[in-house]
């Protein structure tokens, strides 16, 4: 400081964190704190920060470089010396059966060392530890099977091998395995060859079913799925058919029957999904298409809709026109009729924005539509209604008409 005042050295803030460099306040002499590692930076930059005793400061950065001390860490901390790469020193390939037994070893042996003589252990990856299949021995790094295999499900899997040295450093490498096919045998649980079978329908008649067949007709369809290993195997629906509610399996006979009732104007086939499981835990599955015949409007099974409530039609000729200064009560010339082919009675209502609109309602037992609020021709010179047939089985039909 030109005018005499003492001054003080200190390293910027971010130095001070990072731990590697500390400076002497009075002489400013810069000395290490902290473990260098060529191989990570081979320099650093740091910030010289002087303070007079009148509150000035002035700063500078210097840069410092990190040389190569190839292999000796006087400073403890060159990384020439961490735990090499991770190697299989087991020449066997990686191959293994897919029936291999549980602690069957898998020819790879991971094998690294550390330059400074430190101790060495192994360890495979967290994916791998998850996946189940495999295991490593800490101190010799001999892998070995812990889990099923599955030619079919997987021909190769890859591991990972972690090695850490007692200093801390750690390398690793991956390793593939090859899954050979076991044909069939399964000493090892593993294989899949004696999984069950394809589902397959063991009745030879067509599919077909009419459509007003009664509750528990057979819909000749037998499912018939096999293990080659002699488990047992049951049979189920898929959830969704089972929800449609239209049929329905024995889970011993594989015989599919009918639960529910169908319509061939609604749906001339179906298709359901057979699920064979084994007492192994194996499934398969298959789908099969039924047809559903038209019945020519009989309804022995209650099933079919030939016998709806037909469409709604007015049954007066004269033309739907009204004057807007009509009477309340006014008829206005439309007169639904819907007739149901079994004969059931069928009765009539407007659609609920009709009834809210307020100007029209309809007999519902002669379909007849009169006037009950008032009209404006310029507001509107003309009104559309819908009338809805509804027989006494529950089945509905429905029309518009215009009203001018």
Same mark, same amino acid.
């Given at each position: 400081?030109?005018?005499?005042?003492?001054?003080?050295?200190?390293?910027?803030?971010?130095?001070?964190?990072?731990?590697?460099?500390?400076?002497?306040?009075?002489?400013?002499?810069?000395?290490?704190?902290?473990?260098?590692?060529?191989?990570?930076?081979?320099?650093?930059?740091?910030?010289?920060?002087?303070?007079?005793?009148?509150?000035?400061?002035?700063?500078?950065?210097?840069?410092?470089?990190?040389?190569?001390?190839?292999?000796?860490?006087?400073?403890?901390?060159?990384?020439?010396?961490?735990?090499?790469?991770?190697?299989?020193?087991?020449?066997?390939?990686?191959?293994?059966?897919?029936?291999?037994?549980?602690?069957?070893?898998?020819?790879?042996?991971?094998?690294?060392?550390?330059?400074?003589?430190?101790?060495?252990?192994?360890?495979?990856?967290?994916?791998?530890?998850?996946?189940?299949?495999?295991?490593?021995?800490?101190?010799?790094?001999?892998?070995?099977?812990?889990?099923?295999?599955?030619?079919?499900?997987?021909?190769?899997?890859?591991?990972?091998?972690?090695?850490?040295?007692?200093?801390?450093?750690?390398?690793?490498?991956?390793?593939?395995?090859?899954?050979?096919?076991? $044909?069939?045998?399964?000493?090892? *649980?593993?294989? %899949? @060859?004696?999984?069950?079978?394809?589902? #397959?329908? /063991?009745?030879? =008649? +067509?599919?077909?079913?009419?459509?007003?067949?009664?509750?528990?007709?057979?819909?000749?369809?037998?499912?018939?799925?096999?293990?080659?290993?002699?488990?047992?195997?049951?049979?189920?629906?898929?959830?969704?058919?089972?929800?449609?509610?239209?049929?329905?399996?024995?889970?011993?006979?594989?015989?599919?029957?009918?639960?529910?009732?169908?319509?061939?104007?609604?749906?001339?086939?179906?298709?359901?999904?057979?699920?064979?499981?084994?007492?192994?835990?194996?499934?398969?599955?298959?789908?099969?298409?039924?047809?559903?015949?038209?019945?020519?409007?009989?309804?022995?099974?209650?099933? $079919?809709?030939?016998?709806?409530? *037909?469409?709604? %039609? @007015?049954?007066?000729?004269?033309?739907? #026109?009204? /004057?807007?200064? =009509? +009477?309340?009560?006014?008829?206005?010339?439309?007169?639904?009729?819907?007739?149901?082919?079994?004969?059931?009675?069928?009765?009539?209502?407007?659609?609920?924005?009709?009834?809210?609109?307020?100007?029209?309602?309809?007999?519902?037992?002669?379909?007849?539509?009169?006037?009950?609020?008032?009209?404006?021709?310029?507001?509107?010179?003309?009104?559309?209604?819908?009338?809805?047939?509804?027989?006494?089985?529950?089945?509905?039909?429905?029309?518009?008409?215009?009203?001018?």
């Amino acid at each position: 400081d030109p005018d005499g005042d003492e001054v003080t050295y200190a390293l910027s803030q971010a130095d001070i964190d990072a731990g590697l460099f500390d400076i002497d306040a009075t002489t400013g002499v810069v000395t290490l704190i902290g473990n260098l590692d060529h191989d990570t930076a081979d320099s650093h930059s740091i910030t010289i920060i002087a303070t007079s005793t009148d509150g000035s400061t002035s700063e500078a950065s210097f840069d410092i470089t990190v040389t190569d001390a190839d292999g000796s860490t006087p400073g403890g901390g060159d990384t020439d010396n961490d735990v090499g790469p991770v190697t299989d020193s087991n020449a066997v390939d990686n191959t293994i059966s897919e029936n291999a037994e549980i602690g069957t070893v898998v020819n790879i042996t991971g094998l690294a060392v550390d330059p400074d003589g430190d101790d060495v252990t192994y360890a495979l990856s967290q994916a791998d530890i998850d996946a189940g299949l495999f295991e490593i021995d800490a101190t010799t790094g001999v892998v070995t099977l812990i889990g099923n295999l599955d030619h079919d499900t997987a021909d190769s899997h890859s591991i990972t091998i972690i090695a850490t040295s007692t200093d801390g450093s750690t390398s690793q490498e991956s390793f593939d395995i090859t899954v050979t096919d076991a $044909d069939g045998s399964t000493p090892g *649980g593993g294989d %899949t @060859d004696n999984d069950v079978g394809p589902v #397959t329908d /063991s009745n030879a =008649a +067509e599919n077909t079913l009419s459509e007003n067949a009664e509750i528990g007709s057979v819909v000749n369809i037998t499912g018939l799925a096999t293990d080659p290993d002699g488990d047992e195997v049951t049979y189920a629906l898929s959830q969704a058919d089972i929800d449609a509610g239209l049929f329905d399996i024995d889970a011993t006979t594989g015989v599919v029957t009918l639960i529910g009732n169908l319509d061939h104007d609604t749906a001339d086939s179906h298709s359901i999904t057979i699920i064979a499981t084994s007492t192994d835990g194996s499934t398969s599955e298959a789908s099969f298409d039924i047809t559903v015949t038209d019945a020519d409007g009989s309804t022995p099974g209650g099933g $079919d809709t030939d016998n709806d409530v *037909g469409p709604v %039609t @007015d049954s007066n000729a004269a033309e739907n #026109t009204l /004057s807007e200064n =009509a +009477e309340i009560g006014a008829v206005v010339n439309i007169t639904g009729l819907a007739t149901d082919p079994d004969g059931d009675d069928v009765t009539y209502a407007l659609s609920q924005a009709d009834i809210d609109a307020g100007l029209f309602a309809i007999d519902a037992t002669t379909g007849v539509v009169t006037l009950i609020g008032n009209l404006d021709h310029e507001v509107a010179d003309s009104h559309s209604i819908t009338i809805i047939a509804t027989s006494t089985d529950g089945l509905t039909s429905q029309e518009s008409f215009d009203i001018t």
